[in-house]
């Protein structure tokens, strides 16, 4: 099994910016991707970033880029979202989770098997 621990989320204002960070432990895969979703209340759950541990390849969702950006550290099988700019609209629970396959990244939430407890980010007007 794999356990995806998240940093405690936070809240700050419009502009601002925060940090996510996400730890995996347990089975290991040779390549894996690690991806961040967010679901605001009334909402599905969203792609937002994603990155391929091995190659560092990534992706973003359009509403994120040049804001957002997703980094790993393989020493220590952990993943960043960097929030800049924040805005409003960002607001929801963060959810970061692990697709072990070797497929291309995927923003589809049914492509990953682990995920994480989800962290509140809070962006004030």
């Known amino acids: 099994q794999v356990q995806l621990v998240e940093s405690v989320g936070g809240a700050d204002q419009a502009g601002g910016s925060l940090r996510l960070s996400c730890a995996a432990s347990?089975?290991?895969?040779?390549?894996?991707?690690m991806g961040w979703f967010r679901q605001a209340p009334g909402k599905e759950r969203e792609f937002v970033a994603a990155?391929?541990?091995?190659?560092?390849?990534?992706r973003y969702a359009d509403s994120v880029k040049g804001r957002f950006t997703i980094s790993r550290d393989n020493a220590k099988n952990t993943v960043y979202l960097q929030m800049n700019s924040l805005k409003p609209e960002d607001t929801a629970v963060y959810y970061c989770?692990?697709?072990?396959?070797?497929?291309?990244?995927?923003?589809?939430?049914?492509?990953?098997?682990?995920w994480g407890q989800g962290t509140q980010v809070t962006v004030s007007s």
């Open positions: 989770a692990l697709d072990p396959s070797l497929s291309a990244i995927s923003s589809s939430p049914n492509r990953y098997d682990y």
């Open positions: 347990g089975r290991t895969f040779s390549s894996y991707v």
């Open positions: 990155i391929r541990r091995s190659t560092g390849s990534t």
